[in-house]
């Protein structure tokens, strides 16, 4: 007799289920790594563009102002609305008015993020702009930013900003500071 090698059809089958299966098994927790780490990703830049804005008005001495922007990459980027998934800009403040002029030289930009999440105020007034005076702190009050990934795939994240100037990240799925 002649002894054969290989697998048979039947547990090539029986392999090749086994494994469809499990793939389709960790797909849903997979999808909802990605969306955390883009969570994630977007709150980082933020809070760090904060407190990078935060730092340069208490070294210089002098206002910075960080607002949304949907002309965040152009050379003549302003202010716009209060949408910050829109993207946004970091600026030497000189008048102190929360609005860029055309003299005011930008510090840092952030293009628009592509990932569908969303960017919302917990205040009852959006947040169309955070102002750092000399002394690091935010005139006019503490303020909230909340992250939400599209269908609630991954926990929020809240951006806690203080009145004296401190920005942090509450835990995973806070819905207040």
């Known amino acids: 007799?002649?002894?054969?090698?290989?697998?048979?059809?039947?547990?090539?089958?029986v392999t090749v289920s086994i494994?469809?299966?499990?793939?389709?098994?960790?797909?849903?927790?997979?999808v909802r790594l990605i969306a955390d780490n883009?969570?994630?990703?977007?709150?980082?830049?933020?809070l760090a563009d904060l407190r990078f804005a935060r730092g340069e008005a208490i070294k210089r001495g002098i206002n910075i102002t960080l607002c949304p922007s949907t002309t965040s990459l152009n050379t003549t980027a302003t202010c716009s609305g209060s949408d910050?998934?829109?993207?946004?800009?970091a600026f030497i403040d000189n008048d102190a008015n929360n609005s860029r002029a055309s003299t005011e030289t930008i510090l840092r930009?952030?293009?628009?993020?592509?990932?569908?999440?969303?960017?919302?105020?917990?205040?009852?007034?959006?947040?169309?702009?955070?102002?750092?005076?000399a002394e690091g702190r935010i005139p006019g009050g503490m303020g909230a930013?909340?992250?939400?990934?599209?269908?609630?795939?991954?926990?929020?994240?809240?951006?806690?900003?203080?009145?004296?100037?401190?920005?942090?990240?509450?835990?995973?799925?806070?819905t207040t500071c």
């Open 109 to 133: 930009r952030q293009e628009a993020f592509t990932a569908g999440a969303s960017i919302v105020s917990n205040n009852v007034t959006p947040i169309s702009s955070l102002r750092f005076n």
């Open 19 to 30: 494994v469809a299966i499990l793939a389709a098994l960790a797909t849903p927790s997979f």
């Open 38 to 46: 883009n969570l994630s990703s977007q709150v980082n830049s933020l």
């Open 145 to 174: 930013l909340n992250f939400t990934a599209v269908n609630d795939t991954a926990p929020n994240r809240l951006l806690c900003i203080s009145v004296t100037g401190r920005v942090r990240i509450v835990e995973k799925g806070a």
């Open 1 to 13: 007799m002649k002894q054969n090698r290989g697998f048979t059809l039947i547990e090539l089958l």
């Open 84 to 89: 910050w998934k829109a993207g946004w800009i």
